[in-house]
Nanobody, 123 residues
Framework: VQLQASGGGLVQAGGSLRLSCAAS????????MGWLRQPPGKEREFVAS????????YYADSVKGRFTISRDNAKNTVYLQMNSLKFEDTAVYYC?????????????????WGQGTLVTVSS
């Protein structure tokens, strides 16, 4: 089972990035999926999650209105569109999948992890 995250990079404040996470080894079409991030020197934190069907979506308050999570079950892929990026969005972003159809919460709620992709926002 592998979750491969990509799309990170260096961007100026106010800019946009789109992260992708492709799953292989098993299908996650019946699983909740999400993104968490770990800023430098801080704990890993919840960013966004999407239920198995896409019918339920959750965001951390810090990213509401700026980030959009989506998924394509046919491609076994989840996305995170990040707009109006701020310096404080700088972090390693991890995609994750859970065993339940809807998963929300910190690292302890998730069962499968990608390797992380670094997003650096310059001020």
């Amino acid at each position: 089972v592998q979750l491969q995250a990509s799309g990170g990079g260096l961007v100026q404040a106010g800019g946009s990035l789109r992260l992708s996470c492709a799953a292989s080894g098993r299908t996650f079409s019946n699983s909740g999926m999400g993104w968490l991030r770990q800023p430098p020197g801080k704990e890993r934190e919840f960013v966004a999650s999407i239920s198995w069907s896409g019918g339920s979506i959750y965001y951390a308050d810090s990213v509401k209105g700026r980030f959009t999570i989506s998924r394509d079950n046919a491609k076994n892929t989840v996305y995170l569109q990040m707009n109006s990026l701020k310096f404080e969005d700088t972090a390693v972003y991890y995609c994750a999948a859970g065993s339940a159809r809807t998963v929300v919460g910190g690292p302890e709620a998730w069962d499968y992890w990608g390797q992380g992709t670094l997003v650096t926002v310059s001020s």
